[in-house]
């Protein structure tokens, strides 16, 4: 993170049905006990214009949508969300709860539909202008048992029309990512109970804090 920046960058990770929402909301509360202020966003989207990629991102469609496309919109929506909610957030000192960030992108444009990963990187650094999260929570679920549990909530998106074998592709790249990156991740067991699956949020955010 860059020096002038005064907050802290989290972000929540993971494929279909993980359980990122409840899981989140779990985490704000944490550190809000803390007396720490948090600004709570998801990517794609974020602000009004972010928000509007995100739709034209997941809503399905008869044409198909380029990979470079989904890229660049992608990068776009975050460029937006970069500018005008993280940075001023921890500029004044807020905790940064992010749905989601470039992670993401790696493991689904990345692994998922097979975008050379320098490509995603020139994006990045053009973007991002050296701002990385502080902490990664990858929740991490066999990706059957997620996609059962994201289809009995909602209707599915353009991503979750997915074949398994996608999420494969994504499940892999994340945990790749978080093998390469272990002092930014912690790979949070989605499988378990709640209870537990809460506990070790607790845990990696007090490690985290400790240090």
């Known amino acids: ?6 907050g802290r960058f989290i972000t929540v990770e993971g494929t279909e049905g993980v359980g990122k929402s409840t899981n989140i909301n779990f985490l704000c509360q944490l ?19 972010a928000e509007e990629l995100r739709e034209l991102l997941l809503t399905p469609r008869e044409e198909r949508v380029s990979q470079d496309t989904e890229l660049l919109l992608m990068f776009a929506a975050r460029a937006q969300h970069i500018e005008n909610v993280i940075r001023p957030a921890l500029a004044r000192g807020a905790w940064v709860i992010s749905d989601r960030f470039t992670d ?12 050379e990963i320098e490509s995603i990187r ?5 973007v991002q202008h050296g701002l990385h999260p502080d902490l990664t929570l ?27 074998d996608f999420f494969g592709k994504v499940r892999a790249a994340y945990l790749e990512r978080a093998k390469n990156e272990p002092n930014r991740f912690a790979v949070i067991d989605a499988s378990c109970a709640i209870e537990e699956v809460q506990s070790q949020i607790s845990a990696a955010v007090s490690e985290y804090l400790g240090r």
Do not use: C, H
Not at 109 to 114: C, F, K, S
Not at 157 to 163: L, P, S, T, V
């Open 122 to 126: 020139m994006l990045e650094s053009l």
């Open 104 to 115: 993401a992108t790696f493991a689904y444009q990345g692994g998922g539909r097979g975008v």
């Open 1 to 6: 993170m860059s020096k002038d920046l005064q």
């Open 138 to 164: 990858l929740l991490d679920l066999d990706v059957e048992v997620g996609l059962q549990r994201a289809s009995a909530r909602s209707t599915p998106d353009r991503f979750e029309q997915e074949k398994v």
């Open 31 to 49: 550190l809000k006990d803390k007396g720490i202020e948090i600004v709570l966003t998801r990517e794609p989207g974020g602000t009004p214009l």
